[in-house]
């Protein structure tokens, strides 16, 4: 994989989305806001390439112009009366602001959740927290492996069915829906009989019983221990710095909140920081790369 | 108005937090209960099966098979598996379909959809047709009611009547469509699938009765 972030221990990368994730939705400061956005969408570009790039053109640029829109509709609170609608409500500056807010927010949410995706994959959940919630994570990973799995046999079935005649793509609307009618039974009762051999097959392999570990390649080293200190650091401080107020924002009735005072800067830079830290380390690891390279 | 607490209380996220109590709540009953190999493999494949059955209907808006699926197996194996397969079926499809601040309230309607079909189901097993096909209806209207709460602390500032109303008025026709299809998916394969599930069950508990009759012999 070419992401270094995703190369350090599951939990580093589990805490630092929580982080990210909830200091995204509970921040409605603006400059957290844009940090937090700017961030996420530089690291999804970096980790899904072009993919997210349209994504993000596609569907989160319009979904963040309607609940802009959207919110001065309904919302006519706030001071700065900027005209009157049809409707006779007041058209005000602070809505439009508030809904440009809940609009990035959203928008910083889904695209960290993306990234969360590519980097979290699903063994190094089950990694995580198959000793607190073993049955729940064993079905989880099993679940996500039958997918595919299922996707192949239905590929079986119809193909199967086509060779006796039974074809869904010919014949009248009724015969058709006959046809696929007995692909789903066929394929449920397929799949139904492949849990019991699975299940049985658990059963004989000792599922369950005392003394069994797990296999994991992950390892805690002294990277991860940085890493971990540097999240316990950033996050804390900017928790304590919401606390006295070093964040506040306020969008009703006028726009007012913490400014540009050296202390509010200063958790503007740690929490520029802790965003952008992943994008770093690769660009970090990319320059080292290079360099060992040309020392070749 | 602006100094009440509860105006200025992020609903959003508190909402969030109090689904993902709820959701966890019932996981963790499942996980004390130290479930068997059979119990454990059938979740995953019902999950996996309505999960699937949601990825090619996305493009078509609220028609989908996933709440017939996530109801069927909960009327036939009883409300904590049909709650763990809803709520597992919402969280798998969306590593497909992308998860999101959605992907709590999902897992949390289906899987209330498919606890109350185990309600419905009662003692005596039989497949009750029309009252399925009545509550698979309904609840096409009660996810998007329920999803709808989502939309409008999540989107929508002034949490006034007005604008639940109008939340729930542009909905409306998308919910009938998730209506209509579950109503048609039970009529279609209700019997069908309730006829494979069930035969599943005894099966199963064929299987295990003997294992404990083969301990009791020892």
């Known amino acids: ?296 | 108005m602006q100094d009440n607490p509860l105006f200025s209380a992020n609903w959003a996220l508190t909402s969030v937090v109090f689904l993902c109590l709820v959701i966890a709540a019932f996981f963790w009953s499942f996980e004390r209960r130290h479930a068997s190999t059979k119990v454990i493999t059938l979740i995953a494949t019902m999950a996996a099966l309505a999960g699937v059955g949601r990825v090619p209907f996305a493009m078509i808006p609220g028609v989908q098979p996933t709440t017939f699926l996530v109801m069927i197996t909960g009327y036939v194996f009883g409300s904590r598996a049909g709650f763990m397969v809803g709520a597992l079926a919402a969280l798998v499809s969306n590593f497909f379909l992308g998860q999101g601040p959605w992907t709590p309230w999902q897992m949390f309607t289906w899987g209330m959809s498919g606890f109350t079909a185990a309600l419905l189901a009662g003692k005596d097993k039989k497949f009750k047709r029309r009252s399925f096909i009545i509550l698979a209806a309904f609840w096409g209207y009660l996810f998007g009611w329920i999803m709808n709460i989502w939309h409008w602390v999540g989107f929508i500032y002034p949490l006034t009547w007005e604008t639940f109303l109008a939340t729930y008025l542009a909905s409306f026709p998308f919910d009938t469509l998730h209506a209509v299809g579950n109503a048609t998916f039970s009529l279609l394969f209700g019997k069908t699938f309730y006829n494979i599930l069930e035969r599943f069950r005894k099966k199963c508990s064929v299987t295990l009765s003997d294992l404990h009759s083969m301990d009791r012999s020892k």
């Open chain 1, 1 to 296: 994989m070419k992401d270094a972030f995703s190369t350090y221990h599951p939990a580093v990368n589990f805490c630092y989305f929580t982080l990210v994730l909830l200091f995204s939705m509970f921040f409605m400061h603006p400059v957290c806001l844009g940090l937090s956005l700017s961030c996420a969408f530089g690291y999804s570009v970096y980790l899904n390439g072009g993919k997210a790039l349209r994504f993000n053109l596609y569907y989160l640029l319009p979904l963040l112009l309607v609940a802009a829109l959207v919110n001065p509709a309904f919302n006519h609170e706030g001071a700065t009366i900027l005209a009157y609608l049809r409707s006779g409500n007041p058209l005000t500056l602070e809505s439009i602001a508030y809904g440009l807010a809940a609009a990035v927010m959203l928008a910083a949410v889904i695209c960290w959740f993306s990234c969360y995706n590519a980097v979290m994959t699903t063994d190094k959940f089950v990694y995580l927290f198959g000793r607190v919630i073993p049955a729940l994570s064993l079905i989880l990973s099993m679940t996500l492996r039958f997918v595919p799995r299922f996707k192949a046999q239905i590929k079986v079935v119809s193909d199967a069915q086509k060779c006796v005649g039974r074809d869904v793509a010919t014949g009248s609307l009724r015969q058709r829906a006959r046809h696929g009618l007995t692909i789903l039974s066929i394929m449920i009762t397929w799949s139904l009989e492949n849990a019991i051999e699975t299940a049985d097959s658990m059963k004989s392999r000792g599922y369950g019983l005392p003394g069994r570990t797990a296999f994991a390649i992950y390892r805690f080293d002294r990277r991860d221990k940085r890493a971990f200190l540097f999240l316990a650091l950033c996050g804390g401080y900017i928790i304590t710095g919401w606390a006295f107020g070093g964040l506040y924002w306020r969008y009703f009735p006028t726009l007012k909140g913490a400014g540009p005072e050296l202390y509010s800067v200063s958790l503007y830079l740690c929490y520029l920081a802790l965003c952008i830290a992943p994008v770093v380390l690769n660009i970090r690891e990319d320059r080292k790369w290079k360099a060992i390279q040309s020392g070749i």
